[in-house]
């Protein structure tokens, strides 16, 4: 059980702010509040059209979908809007670098500018915020601090323990130095499960619950995708009232929305969950020891030990596999181990319900129902519903299931919501055709918008198609396109994005690259999963000259501006992998149902995501650069022309030297934007 807002409270009508004052007009004009608070802003006129359009879908509690190209400005067209609304707002993002950019920047500056004071309150999901219970919970078992004296040396546990002592917020964010991948994370945060929610002790103080309670009093809050769908999928993840109070939702990075949706509508089970139970039973146990008589110790432990003994078959089953099975494949290999699996956990829930005077007992019984509920959901499902997969780990599985459909669901939820819903990206749309973002979300009704980038891209940037490459099945496409890959860097200088469409291919470049020795040492090489994402990208800004290989992470969300990065390489088209069972499962109900998979599935996911991957280059007025596409198939393949035609409008070439000459010029002469030809 999660911890609940403690404390909802009556709201507040917010009356309107703009009557008769200021309209959007003035406020994205020249002389207008905008631009005398920000000293780089530029007055453009996509923005305020977007801007109207969103004041208008918030007045009408419209369902919206804008595709604002890159450089419109669209998170002040929708914040303006928003804050002169009066309306409550929810404001949801992909990330939690926008999320607090959002927070920490963006939404002061624009109030402020239109002298429109709002309550602000951001919420993350709960991994981000100390479990002071946790924290007590494993202060006597923790060791002591390190017997050493130098600044920064001390251990990040005590640096949270003093921490802890004043943080109002209870944001870990706010512990200087401490790392995204330090595992003590994982000791002094909850997890839905381990979540003692009303039951606990430090209810109170609990950082989870007082967050939520300052989202519900808030004006405008701001959470994250993966909270938005928790509460919209019912899952305990979700925060509760927040959704009901809001007058308006504007999810921006939504391209994201379908697949996140896509995998909160499904089920999962891990083996690893599984046993965490299990090990929170046993050590609750041992904690009791014998103290308490009435507590049915020996049947309890027997039932966890059947369930134990079920998973540990089910791993050896799967021994020596890595890849993720269809459940056809799986079903020899895992016999009826499934559902004696559902019926052990379930006997284990009963009989840990009939010890509920003990709260995390009770706490446990829950946790078993909800694996046990998503393993009937697994086991019930049948090959029109979803994808059912197997995905053997090293010591363990996980089992799943991935609703093929989810649009009337995801159309009933938000029809039960009657406020407005706003949906923006860069990247929603094929030429003017929303069609496919908006038929997976069940948003036909939605009305559209599509407003270009206001850059020159055809005078900012270069599309190199290049022409003689092996096909890219063949064994020598990928050490082809790195040959191509180094005179372009070369004539780049680095500042290059070398994007790939597999970890095998980008283990294997980074090898050749490196196997290139002196030449090529120049230049920093940054390979993604040698260090966080978040330093790659920084290294790369603070550089000038590198050169970064990633895969699908690094094709959208990321935001280089300036001369950094002016070359980006895509390896090959970014079809999703047919040997993926999930992608097969999904084609083969497609055609199933009479549809052509090709035309309305994989061919446009690999359009929106080379879009995207194209959309990494030019961020502002003043980039310049190079896109080199390195498939042949874009020229020989009939559907070449729908890809191409979902890109920006850049000057295109197929002659190598034509892109190098390009590159050598700018890199020469860079960047003002009169001088580019
Ligand atoms: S303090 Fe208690 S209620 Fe809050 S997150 Fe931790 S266990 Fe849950």
């Given at each position: 059980?999660?911890?609940?807002?403690?404390?909802?409270?009556?709201?507040?009508?917010?009356?309107?702010?703009?009557?008769?004052?200021?309209?959007?007009?003035?406020?994205?004009?020249?002389?207008?509040?905008?631009?005398?608070?920000l000293p780089d802003f530029?007055?453009?006129?996509?923005?305020?059209?977007?801007?109207?359009?969103?004041?208008?879908?918030?007045?009408?509690?419209?369902?919206?979908?804008?595709?604002?190209?890159?450089?419109?400005?669209?998170?002040?067209?929708?914040?303006?809007?928003?804050?002169?609304?009066?309306?409550?707002?929810?404001?949801?993002?992909?990330?939690?670098?926008?999320?607090?950019?959002?927070?920490?920047?963006?939404?002061?500056?624009?109030?402020?500018?239109?002298g429109r004071p709002a309550t602000v309150a951001v919420l993350k999901g709960r991994s981000n915020y100390l479990c002071r219970y946790r924290l007590a919970q494993g202060e006597a078992a923790l060791p002591l601090p390190l017997p050493t004296g130098m600044p920064g040396a001390e251990a990040p546990l005590e640096r949270i323990r003093g921490w802890a002592l004043t943080t109002r917020t209870g944001d870990l964010a706010e512990v200087a130095g401490l790392a995204d991948s330090d595992p003590v994370w994982a000791e002094v945060t909850s997890t839905r499960d381990n979540c003692l929610g009303a039951r606990c002790p430090e209810l109170s103080r609990c950082h989870v619950a007082l967050a939520r309670r300052a989202a519900i009093e808030a004006d405008v809050v701001i959470v994250n995708h993966h909270l938005l769908l928790a509460d919209l999928a019912l899952k305990e993840d979700g925060f509760g009232d927040l959704l009901g109070a809001a007058d308006a939702v504007i999810l921006d990075e939504a391209h994201q929305i379908p697949d996140l949706a896509t995998q909160f509508f499904g089920a999962e089970v891990g083996s690893r969950r599984?046993?965490?139970?299990?090990?929170?039973?046993?050590?609750?146990?041992?904690?009791?020891?014998?103290?308490?008589?009435?507590?049915?110790?020996?049947?309890?432990?027997?039932?966890?030990?059947?369930?134990?003994?079920?998973?540990?078959?089910?791993?050896?089953?799967l021994e020596g596999r890595s890849t993720r099975l269809e459940w056809a494949e799986a079903e020899p290999l895992l016999g009826s181990d499934v559902a004696t699996?559902?019926?052990?956990?379930?006997?284990?829930?009963?009989?840990?319900?009939?010890?509920?005077?003990?709260?995390?007992?009770?706490?446990?019984?829950?946790?078993?129902?909800?694996?046990?509920?998503?393993?009937?959901?697994?086991?019930?499902?049948?090959?029109?519903?979803?994808?059912?997969?197997?995905?053997?780990?090293?010591?363990g599985f996980t089992l799943s299931l991935m609703p093929f459909d989810i649009a009337p669901r995801f159309q009933a939820?938000?029809?039960?919501?009657?406020?407005?819903?706003?949906?923006?990206?860069?990247?929603?749309?094929?030429?003017?055709?929303?069609?496919?973002?908006?038929?997976?979300?069940?948003?036909?009704?939605?009305?559209?918008?599509?407003?270009?980038?206001?850059?020159?891209?055809?005078?900012?940037?270069?599309?190199?198609?290049?022409?003689?490459?092996?096909e890219p099945q063949s064994p020598e496409h990928l050490s082809a396109v790195m040959r191509l890959a180094r005179e372009l860097i070369e004539a780049a200088d680095g500042g290059a994005f070398v994007l790939f469409t597999s970890h095998r291919s980008l283990a294997r470049a980074a090898a050749?690259?490196?196997?290139?020795?002196?030449?090529?040492?120049?230049?920093?090489?940054?390979?993604?999963?040698?260090?966080?994402?978040?330093?790659?990208?920084?290294?790369?800004?603070?550089?000038?000259?590198?050169?970064?290989?990633?895969?699908?992470?690094?094709?959208?969300?990321?935001?280089?501006?300036g001369d950094a990065l002016r070359l980006v390489i895509?390896?090959?088209?970014?079809?999703?992998?047919?040997?993926?069972?999930?992608?097969?499962?999904?084609?083969?109900?497609?055609?199933?149902?009479?549809?052509?998979?090709?035309?309305?599935?994989?061919?446009?996911?690999?359009?929106?995501?080379?879009?995207?991957?194209?959309?990494?280059?030019?961020r502002s007025e003043q980039d310049f650069g190079v896109v080199a596409i390195c498939d042949p198939r874009l020229g020989t393949r009939g559907y070449g022309k729908v890809l191409l035609a979902a890109l920006p409008p850049m000057s295109r070439t197929r002659r190598e030297a034509q892109a190098v000459e390009f590159l050598r010029r700018h890199v020469a002469a860079p960047p003002a934007l009169e001088a580019l030809p």
């Open positions: 059980m999660n911890p609940g807002p403690a404390g909802a409270g009556v709201r507040r009508p917010r009356a309107p702010y703009n009557d008769g004052m200021l309209d959007l007009e003035d406020i994205f004009g020249a002389g207008g509040p905008l631009e005398a608070a530029t007055v453009r006129e996509p923005q305020r059209r977007m801007a109207e359009r969103v004041a208008a879908a918030i007045a009408g509690r419209e369902a919206l979908v804008i595709e604002a190209g890159t450089g419109t400005g669209k998170t002040f067209a929708y914040l303006v809007p928003a804050l002169l609304s009066g309306a409550r707002v929810l404001i949801s993002t992909g990330t939690r670098t926008l999320q607090d950019q959002l927070y920490a920047k963006d939404l002061p500056l624009v109030a402020r500018a239109l599984i046993e965490t139970v299990l090990a929170d039973l046993e050590g609750h146990l041992k904690r009791r020891g014998g103290a308490d008589q009435a507590l049915p110790q020996r049947t309890l432990l027997e039932a966890a030990g059947a369930v134990h003994a079920c998973v540990a078959r089910m791993t050896r089953a699996l559902r019926a052990r956990l379930g006997a284990l829930t009963e009989r840990l319900r009939g010890c509920e005077t003990d709260a995390p007992l009770a706490a446990l019984a829950e946790r078993c129902a909800e694996l046990t509920a998503s393993l009937e959901r697994i086991g019930a499902s049948d090959s029109l519903e979803g994808a059912r997969s197997v995905q053997p780990l090293r010591r939820l938000i029809q039960a919501r009657p406020c407005a819903w706003i949906f923006t990206s860069a990247t929603l749309s094929l030429g003017e055709d929303f069609g496919h973002f908006t038929s997976r979300l069940g948003l036909a009704e939605a009305d559209t918008l599509k407003i270009d980038s206001p850059f020159d891209f055809e005078r900012q940037s270069l599309l190199f198609l290049p022409e003689g490459l092996p050749l690259w490196r196997a290139a020795g002196a030449p090529l040492a120049r230049y920093r090489l940054l390979v993604q999963g040698e260090a966080p994402r978040e330093r790659l990208l920084q290294a790369f800004r603070a550089d000038g000259n590198a050169v970064l290989f990633g895969t699908a992470s690094f094709w959208e969300g990321v935001d280089v501006k895509i390896e090959k088209l970014p079809f999703a992998s047919p040997e993926d069972p999930l992608v097969r499962a999904r084609i083969a109900h497609l055609e199933a149902s009479g549809a052509n998979a090709f035309r309305d599935y994989q061919l446009p996911e690999a359009a929106l995501a080379l879009k995207q991957g194209v959309g990494r280059l030019i």
